[in-house]
């Protein structure tokens, strides 16, 4: 298993200001945040994006990860530049962003739509890369990487070194489903969500999976991705900050029996 740093994805609690998801997150012991582009940290508010850093670095913690909430080939370059200026005073060393159209099944593109996506994601990533931030692509449902294929001709076809892949389970997705999957993309893998959700988006306590999620941190690979790797939660039951507090408990249990990352390293 690689080492991973537990990490708080401050989408989870998009109805708390910034100052509560810091006291948080430090509460719950954690390392880092990826700071969500549509409420908390709006592309191109860079004196926000100051302030947050400010907060998340005083109270020990890095802001990992940026959510930048772009949908190439929706959004272009022009809005990439001003996405690339909020990491950089966020401080962000990853940028994450969503491959394809908004909601569109991958199963929906012909080869054109597909080379147009993954061309100018190429493109994104060799701009992110002479700022010093990687690109990482959201792993998700009605995207280019809703499916293992689908997300695997995608990375092949983007064939840049500075683009790499977050990894989530569909809710419900079997265990054996879940490492064949890892098995398959693994090695691109920079980031990955944690929740706890059955087939029907249910949520559930993180220690009720605790055997899931510690199988498949074990099957985790080695990665070209060459920063400090974060589990990061999202989206806890009841949107409750109890509930949170204890799955943080949880996963950081679960990384420390594998082997927890340095967050500094």
């Known amino acids: 298993m690689i080492p991973l740093a537990p990490a708080l ?12 998801i810091v006291a948080l997150a430090r509460q719950a012991g954690l390392a880092a945040i990826e700071w969500g582009g549509d409420v908390h940290v709006p592309a ?10 400010r907060i998340t670095e005083e109270a020990g913690l890095l802001p990992a990860s940026y959510g930048s909430y772009l949908y190439p080939p929706d959004h272009g370059l022009e809005d990439f530049r001003r ?18 159209r908004r909601n569109r099944p991958s199963a929906t593109y012909d080869a ?14 060799e701009l992110a890369g002479g700022a010093g931030i990687s690109v990482s692509l959201e792993y998700h449902p009605n995207s280019l990487t809703d499916e293992t294929g689908s997300a695997a001709n995608l990375m092949d076809a983007i064939a840049h070194a500075n683009v790499h892949l977050y990894w989530q389970p569909r809710p419900g997705l079997p265990l054996d489903e879940a490492c064949e999957e890892i098995a398959r993309i693994g ?13 029907a988006r249910r949520r559930y306590a993180l220690a009720e999976h605790a055997k899931w999620w510690s199988a498949v941190f074990a099957a985790l690979p080695e990665s070209r991705f060459e920063g400090v790797r974060y589990a990061m939660l999202e989206f806890v039951r009841d949107d409750a900050p109890e509930a949170f507090l204890a799955d943080a408990a949880t996963l950081r249990h679960l990384l420390d029996r594998q082997g927890r990352a340095p967050a500094n390293a």
């Open 9 to 20: 994805c401050s989408v989870t609690f998009r109805q708390l200001p910034p100052e509560e």
């Open 44 to 53: 191109g508010d860079v004196a926000l994006a100051r302030h947050v850093r």
């Open 83 to 100: 996405v690339l200026d909020t990491c950089h005073a966020l401080g962000s060393s990853n940028v994450r962003i969503w491959p394809g």
């Open 112 to 125: 054109a739509e597909r080379s147009e996506a993954a061309g100018l994601i190429r493109a994104m990533g």
């Open 187 to 199: 090695t691109r893998v920079s980031h990955v969500h944690v929740f706890a959700w059955d087939g």
